[in-house]
């Protein structure tokens, strides 16, 4: 859900960006519009991940009161209690990735104008590449 959110940022970014640069009345329209769209897309999207959270808040909170109505064995209320552990070894590197592709991506994206389609292509790529160097670099991490 972040590489989405993170998409739809640097889209908007780039549309940002390219409207002090143009002054065509036609072109600033649509990267108004389109700025405006990305806009609500994020917002609708932010929303819903509040709705989710919650609703994930408000069954856990059911499932731990249900637990302790039916009072089961301690093991099994230990292992159904325990947090969920994510591995949080890498976050750093894996933001640095991400934010360095974003960088280049968006390097690139002036260097190639006119703003297009294919500023989206190369906004896709630098981050494919940004992920697939943090793939790499967890793979290589992992071996002896």
Known sequence: MK???ITIGAVAGTW???AAQNSNAADYNFKYDALHTSYTIL?????GIMILTF???LLDYRLKNKLIEKSPPDHVVSQLLQPITSDNKNVAI?????LM????????????QPL???SLAIMSFSLAASFLGYYFYINRREKP
């Open 55 to 57: 609703i994930r808040w």
């Open 43 to 47: 917002t609708i999207v932010v929303f």
């Open 101 to 112: 592709g974003l960088g280049t991506g968006l390097s690139f994206v002036d260097y190639f």
């Open 3 to 5: 590489k989405i959110i």
């Open 116 to 118: 297009g389609i294919h």
């Open 16 to 18: 940002t960006v390219a």
């Open 94 to 98: 894996k933001w640095f990735a991400l």
